[in-house]
């Protein structure tokens, strides 16, 4: 079975950076797509960046120029690099990744409902 496994996450203060990051196992072949979420509490999930499988992105407006998806094909590993962290971005971060239905190029967007294999989360938290 497909397993996601994220880490990295942890406590910055507002304006520093976090790198998190998320394996993926139990498939022997690239995701079209790959994404990260995120939720607050009492909030909802909230898409943040999606990657296509061959590097196309896609980022939410809130975290444009200042986060970067990537992936590392051959580590089967997605990462998000996260500059000028706002207390906003506080959140439960959270990867997925579609491997079995074509939705990359401009299908590839973070919108949940492309995505079937999901991770457990990693938090981030930013202090002001």
């Known amino acids: 079975a497909v397993q996601l496994v994220e880490s990295g996450g942890g406590s910055v203060q507002a304006g520093g950076s976090l790198r998190v990051s998320c394996s993926a196992s139990g498939i022997d072949y690239d995701a079209y797509c790959m994404g990260w979420f995120r939720q607050a509490p009492g909030k909802e999930r909230e898409g943040v960046a999606a990657?296509?499988?061959?590097?196309?992105?896609s980022y939410a407006d809130s975290v444009k120029g200042r986060f970067t998806i990537s992936k590392d094909n051959t580590r089967n590993t997605l990462y998000l690099q996260m500059d000028n962290l706002k207390p906003e971005d506080t959140a439960m971060y959270y990867c997925?990744?579609?491997?079995?239905?074509?939705?990359?190029?401009?299908?590839?967007?973070?919108?949940?409902?492309?995505?079937?294999?999901w991770g457990q989360g990693t938090q981030v938290t930013v202090s002001s």
């Open positions: 990657i296509d499988s061959d590097g196309l992105t």
């Open positions: 997925a990744a579609d491997f079995y239905q074509d939705y990359s190029g401009s299908y590839c967007t973070p919108t949940a409902s492309i995505f079937y294999s």
